[in-house]
């Protein structure tokens, strides 16, 4: 064999390990981990509902509901780390050749507008999501997070329980579509998702060149950053459902495990970047705690599971063509806008619980550990599940 076939064989093996092959969820926990660190010492923590927010913002403005012009999506953080996020997804799913317009059935669309409803109201209470209220919080070293995991665990498990009684009331009708014959299909648009993709993210770097030439070069870094994240969650599959449902629903707990030993990772380099001074001790310590959590993140729950996906898990399945999940960010953010805009109006939003950094109470080293044995305790429960099945329900 020349060197050019050699050579034209690893690019090809290569490729394919990359973009072809689901990554291992560990690697994607290990990637998650250093990647807040990195994104917290480059400018502010990862967040996923700011930004779908500020969309749903726009369009109220835009219909006249709301009086004030809300911030530049393409220069409010939130917002442009989540079209990052949304355009690395899309370029990874073009590059796996896995990007298609999915059509779900009408009960699964309805699924994906009333879960987004659901974690629309409870992100609103929570005062975030399943990346903004646990992982980033507890990152962060706040207590909200504690409380976030707390309400997301029991209402997974009560939207599980609603799977089954829908799976029971209403099971699901098969249909037969027979495969198309040879040369039926015409041209398979597949074979140029590649290079599209390959477009895609050449032309994220070129945004954050001319963000940076604009003197909005902290932009320009969080809209790349957006698109990692979105690269490392959809190539690993990697969806916060999966962690909270799946140890109910089949045992499986691998996405579990990995977001411990993220959580773990940040939690170590953030605290350090605060301890140090580098950041603010304040940094996204959330003022949702207790009950605005618990709540919230039981709500969430609930509508996660319900809609199939969480606050990431739904951006990276709508950069792959999922219109289910089209139409659970839809109620989703628009939810979480007016929800947000009522509790700020009637003061409610001052009362959905307190600020509580860690390290006030526990020390920085106790706050470490104490984040630290209650992951590890999560991650031994789950993992004894695994092998005896105790609190699984099944479907």
């Avoid at 926990?29 to 509902?49: E, M, Q, T």
């Avoid at 698109?227 to 190539?235: D, E, Y």
């Avoid at 898990?313 to 999922?322: C, N, S």
Wanted: one cysteine or more; a positive charge; charged letters at 15%.
């Amino acid at each position: 064999m020349s060197e050019e076939n050699v050579m034209k064989n690893k690019f090809k093996q290569g490729y394919a390990a990359i973009f072809y092959e689901q990554w291992p969820p560990l690697v994607g926990g290990l990637l998650l981990g250093l990647f807040s660190i990195l994104i917290v010492a480059w400018s502010r923590p990862w967040g996923i509902v700011g930004g779908i927010r500020n969309w749903a913002d726009w369009l109220f403005y835009g219909i006249g509901l709301y009086p004030e012009r809300p911030e530049n999506p393409f220069l409010f953080s939130s917002s442009i780390m989540d079209i990052g996020f949304l355009l690395g997804t899309f370029g990874s799913a073009l590059l796996a050749k896995e990007f298609a317009l999915r059509l779900a059935p009408p009960l699964e669309m309805a699924k994906g507008f009333g879960g987004g409803v659901l974690m629309g109201l409870g992100s609103a209470l929570a005062i975030g999501c399943n990346v903004g209220a646990f992982y980033t919080p507890l990152i962060n070293l706040s207590a909200n997070g504690f409380a976030m995991m707390v309400g997301l665990i029991i209402g997974a498990f009560l939207g599980l329980k609603y799977l089954l009684w829908e799976l029971e009331k209403f099971p699901p009708k098969s249909t037969f579509v027979p495969p198309a014959k040879a040369g039926e299909r015409g041209f398979d648009w597949k074979t140029v998702q590649p290079i599209l993709g390959a477009l895609v993210l050449i032309g994220l770097v070129v945004w954050a060149y001319v963000y940076a030439g604009r003197a909005y070069t902290e932009i320009g870094g969080l809209l790349l950053f957006g698109a990692v994240f979105g690269i490392i969650l959809q190539r690993c599959r990697f969806c916060y459902v999966r962690a909270f449902r799946d140890p109910f629903m089949t045992g499986e707990a691998a996405i579990a495990k990995a977001i411990t030993i993220s959580i773990i990772i940040g939690s170590i380099g953030v605290g350090v970047l605060k301890w140090t001074g580098f950041k603010a001790e304040s940094l996204y310590v959330i003022p949702s705690f207790w009950w605005g959590s618990l709540v919230g993140g039981l709500i969430f729950g609930v509508g996660m599971v319900i809609a199939g996906g969480c606050g990431s898990g739904t951006l990276w399945r709508v950069g792959e063509g999922q219109l289910k999940l089209w139409a659970a960010l839809f109620t989703f953010g628009t939810v979480n806008s007016l929800t947000v805009s009522f509790l700020r109006s009637t003061g409610w939003r001052q009362k959905l619980g307190r600020a509580v950094f860690l390290p006030d109470t526990f020390g920085w080293g106790g706050s470490l550990i104490l984040i630290a044995l209650v992951l590890l305790l999560w991650y031994l429960i789950v993992t004894w599940n695994e092998e005896t099945n105790k609190f699984t329900v099944g479907l």
